[in-house]
């Protein structure tokens, strides 16, 4: 198992460029299932989850060939409609096969993704929008089996809100079962991310008929069949927001390029109020270096709001703020894990009911830490690089679900990050490529 040891408080400079957004990526490559012609996905970051992603569709009988970051695809076969647990255990995000499986094939046979380190991750709301379409859906040996009825599925009226809101990749699976659906289907309560508009923009390229993605009602007429996918991703917002923080919390001048700054207002947004000064220019953030942060209070929320997955990286910024500063999670209550190991690096942290306050300290301190899940990873390393001495984070394997060649990309910059393996040597993170 690999770590990072990080040498803290070095100036950064420089520019850093996004990957395409992973997210974005794991949806999109599902929909290959849902058309008989070869297709092609670019800007496809090289992660981990997208190797797992490829995996799956692998045994759903899809050929895939990468070359850099593009992903060629082709369905050869369509015998096998199973999804293992294998390798849904691995990656929840392996549920969005789901929606694509039942449209083009009338079944799928998907393993119930088990519990997740931050909370609870239910996905009733996937169910209950293809049971909707007319799917029968029955849950038995820690499977979904989901079939469409005799005269396939048929467009229907969905309010897919839960006590949470909106959930994404139950969005994505609804919107593609609705794609090749009999009339039309209103999604309401939609999920609004960015992911979402991508996913459908993609389905849209290739014969769908969808409007309002973006919004909170998305309608969807469907159509007999779907044409080849060429389609690029978007970048990922998540990546650009945690290196806009790398750049905060060491005050240095860095550029984040290839980047979609309208993907990120709440978050820039908060920055804003806690001092940080980011410009913008095109698809170009710099962080331009200033004053201690102030502490600033914010929620996490669905989107447009602030992130859930941008909040432990903006923990670590408010953990040396000057001030107190608390995060309410409205999307996973449970999702501090990060805290436990920035207080080992002397941050000041209470959790409580979904809320966590924050008492911004001078200095953080290098501590041995270990990552959690991929979001608290990134906070570890963008802590590491403010600590003053050594940070030793171990478990990065959870870092490369999200994050390509973060440390490599991170020295460009400046950083003193080293990956060693176990057995002390340095090792490099091609392998999750
Ligand atoms: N929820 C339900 N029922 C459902 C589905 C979700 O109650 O059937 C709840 C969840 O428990 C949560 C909320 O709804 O409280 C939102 O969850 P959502 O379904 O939107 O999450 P997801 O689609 O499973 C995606 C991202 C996550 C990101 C969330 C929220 C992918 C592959 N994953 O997950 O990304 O945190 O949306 O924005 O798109 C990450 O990249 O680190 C990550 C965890």
């Not at 849904?88 to 997740?116: D, F, N, T």
């Not at 309208?262 to 001092?275: E, K, M």
């Amino acid at each position: 198992m690999d770590s990072f040891v990080i040498k803290g408080r070095q100036r950064l400079s420089g520019s850093i460029a996004v990957s395409g957004s992973k997210n974005s990526a794991l949806p999109i490559l599902a929909v290959s299932i849902m058309t008989g012609e070869a297709c092609r996905f670019g800007n496809i970051p090289l992660l981990r989850d997208i190797q797992t992603q490829v995996k799956i569709l692998n045994t759903l009988g899809v050929e895939s060939v990468w070359k850099g970051r593009e992903v060629r695809t082709q369905v050869k076969d369509t015998y096998n409609s199973t999804a293992p647990y294998e390798l849904v255990k691995q990656m929840r995000a392996g549920v969005c096969v789901l929606g694509p499986l039942l449209a083009a094939r009338g079944e799928a046979i998907v393993s119930l993704p088990g519990g997740c380190v931050i909370g609870e991750r239910p996905i009733d709301l996937h169910l209950k929008g293809l049971e909707a379409l007319g799917a029968e859906i029955t849950l038995e040996h820690g499977n979904i089996h989901a079939k469409t009825p005799k005269g396939g599925l048929k467009g229907a009226e969905i309010y897919l809100g839960g006590k949470f809101g909106s959930s994404v990749l139950a969005t994505d699976n609804v919107m593609c079962a609705a794609v090749m659906a009999k009339g039309t289907t209103v999604i309401e309560c939609a999920a609004c991310e960015p992911e979402v508009v991508d996913l459908a923009n993609c389905l849209i390229a290739m014969g769908a008929k969808i409007e309002g993605a973006g919004s909170p009602r998305i309608t969807i007429h469907g159509v007999k069949k779907l044409k080849a996918a060429d389609w690029n991703v978007i970048p990922d917002r998540i990546e650009a927001a945690t290196f806009v923080v790398a750049g905060a919390i060491t005050q240095s001048p860095i550029s984040i390029t290839g980047c979609r700054p309208d993907h990120l207002l709440a978050f820039l947004d908060v920055l804003r109020q806690s001092g940080v000064v980011v410009e913008r220019k095109g698809s170009t953030l710099k962080v331009v270096p200033g004053a201690r942060p102030k502490a600033t209070d914010f929620v996490t929320l669905p989107y447009p709001a602030f992130a859930t997955d941008c909040q432990a990286q903006t923990m670590a910024l408010m953990a040396i703020a000057d001030g107190t500063s608390t995060i309410t999670e409205r999307i996973y209550p449970e999702r501090f894990m990060a805290a436990a190991e920035l207080k080992r690096m002397g941050a000041k942290i209470s959790v409580a009911n979904g809320t966590a306050v924050i008492q911004g300290v001078d200095k953080l301190s290098g501590a041995e830490v270990m990552a959690s899940d991929l979001r608290a990873s990134a906070a570890l390393v963008i802590a590491g690089l403010a600590a003053e001495g050594e940070t030793r984070i171990s478990r990065v394997y959870h870092i490369d679900r999200g994050y390509e060649r973060i440390e490599e990309r991170l020295r460009k910059l400046g950083a003193k990050i080293q990956r060693q393996s176990v057995g002390g040597e340095e090792t490099t993170a091609a392998a999750v490529g």
